[in-house]
């Protein structure tokens, strides 16, 4: 089956410093992938689609010069944190749509805990 | 304003019986409608997608409905088992293969 990674699993940084994520598609090509937070007991809150080749395209209300998405290849995307603060720390989920015969179901990463200190 | 609700409470239930949870959402018309199980400190694992056009759809003890008029999903888990016990979401196709997520509802099965 497709299986997604992220890394790192959990990342402690300072605030006013910048942390990147990363999310791979391990057997398979991605050409979109989705970056989702999520607050402790909240929902996952989609916030940019990472187009592999172009740029990303970001949801209302999350700021595009602080969340820096760069998908290089057909098997990666990053997110850059930029200038982390406190109110960041949160959980970051990355995805990708399946395959050719199921592309609306999404494989998910395992996430990465952020703590911004 | 858009909106998808799930039951904010936990469910509590024996092993065995059968688990309902519901999903019902407000101002979408979505072709496809999702259920995702996710465990503490983990992404999501999708379960069954059921189109707008399909009313019951069953994969081994899963069984989900989707009343496109009462906007209104069920999520049905037979023959309940402790190792069911997560957080199960639904979700709603908004376009372009992008997800909106419910918010949750938490499921614990006590043997």
């Known amino acids: 089956g497709a299986v997604v990674s992220q890394h790192p699993s959990w990342v402690i940084c300072k605030s006013g410093t910048s942390v990147k994520i990363e999310c791979r598609s391990l057997?398979?090509?991605?050409?979109?992938m989705f970056w989702y937070r999520q607050f402790p007991k909240q929902s996952l809150m989609l916030m940019a689609t990472s187009n592999e080749g172009s740029k990303a395209t970001y949801e209302q209300g999350v700021e595009k010069d602080k969340f820096l998405i760069n998908h290089a290849s057909l098997t990666l995307s990053t997110l850059t944190v930029t200038s982390a603060h406190p109110e960041d720390s949160s959980f970051y989920i990355c995805s990708a749509p399946g395959l050719a015969r199921s592309p609306y179901e999404q494989y998910f990463g395992p996430g990465t805990r952020l703590t911004v200190t | 304003s858009q909106k998808i609700e799930q039951n904010s409470e936990a469910l509590n239930i024996q092993e065995g019986k059968t688990a309902t949870l519901t999903c019902n959402y407000t101002?979408?018309?979505?072709?496809?409608l999702q259920w995702y199980r996710q465990d503490p400190g983990r992404g999501p694992v999708f379960l069954l997608l059921?189109?707008?056009?399909?009313k019951e759809k069953r994969k081994e003890r899963l069984k989900v409905t989707f009343d496109t008029t009462l906007k209104q999903s069920l999520f049905h888990i037979t023959a309940s088992q402790p190792a069911d016990s997560a957080t199960y979401l639904c979700?709603?196709?908004?376009?372009?293969?992008?997800?909106?997520f419910g918010t949750g509802t938490r499921l614990l099965v006590s043997p």
């Open positions: 059921i189109r707008e056009n399909e």
């Open positions: 101002n979408y018309s979505p072709a496809y």
């Open positions: 979700a709603l196709d908004a376009g372009f293969q992008k997800l909106v």
């Open positions: 057997d398979f090509q991605a050409t979109t």
